[in-house]
């Protein structure tokens, strides 16, 4: 039987193999994690999202689907408005249950009759924002270069000027990778060893500079498991 997570970019599928990983490193269970693959939404819609279900509805039988998973951004939305639009998505090609909550399977049917179960997870910190809002808030390496970009931000807004709190956390992670990282000898291939736009790099040989300890990280944790 295969597990599907459905995810909205490369990066986000890059965390997100990790921490499964990490998963099967540190707890014990009678089974690993294992997830098949990554839907990539490559940015989020509400049609790129049906499609991308109606995609899966099709094989489910053929490739023997038990379990999917949709993780999205909570952005600026509360959990219930999110919840919501997920739902709305969810019913224009299943016949199923309404998600109350997030870390919770609900029965869904296609209409061969094929049956799967579905859960979601919106990727936050402290309740809003992004991946990059979350990689913020488990860095473990001092970061002098990322953290005086608040007054950079605040001279920016001075100037009657504004920057949106996702654009800014971008801007945040990746000077930490860059500057605050970075070896020596890694500077030399900054673009390929330093960024976001070579986040599996990172993710593959860095990972101890984000906390996989971190509270933060909890719910997430806990999502996963409900595919053991």
């Given at each position: ?24 490193c540190d707890i014990q269970v009678e089974k690993p994690i294992y997830i098949d693959n990554y ?28 379990k999917i998973g949709i993780i999205i951004d909570i952005d600026n939305y509360s959990e219930p ?23 919770q399977f609900i029965d869904i049917c296609g209409d061969n009759g094929t049956k799967a179960k ?111």
């Amino acid at each position: 039987m295969s597990n599907i997570v459905i995810v909205e970019s490369k990066n986000d599928a890059i965390f997100m193999q990790a921490m499964v990983e990490k998963l099967n490193c540190d707890i014990q269970v009678e089974k690993p994690i294992y997830i098949d693959n990554y839907e990539r939404l490559e940015g989020l819609s509400a049609t790129k999202l049906i499609t991308t279900l109606k995609a899966l509805e099709a094989d489910l039988q053929k490739r023997d689907i038990e379990k999917i998973g949709i993780i999205i951004d909570i952005d600026n939305y509360s959990e219930p408005d999110r919840l919501e639009w997920v739902n709305k998505c969810i019913q224009q090609v299943f016949k199923s249950e309404t998600l109350s909550s997030t870390k919770q399977f609900i029965d869904i049917c296609g209409d061969n009759g094929t049956k799967a179960k579905l859960a979601c997870y919106f990727t936050n910190f402290e309740g809003k924002g992004e991946l990059e809002t979350l990689l913020k808030g488990i860095k473990t390496q001092e970061s002098p270069h990322a953290d005086c970009l608040d007054s950079w931000k605040t001279c920016i807004e001075s100037k009657g000027k504004k920057i949106k709190q996702k654009d800014f956390d971008k801007f945040w992670v990746n000077t930490y990778l860059r500057f605050d990282t970075c070896s020596k000898q890694d500077q030399k291939q900054a673009g390929r060893k330093c960024s976001m736009y070579e986040f599996d790099y990172v993710m593959e040989h860095k990972k101890d500079i984000w906390d996989w300890d971190n509270p933060a990280l909890n719910d997430l944790k806990e999502f996963f498991k409900l595919f053991c």
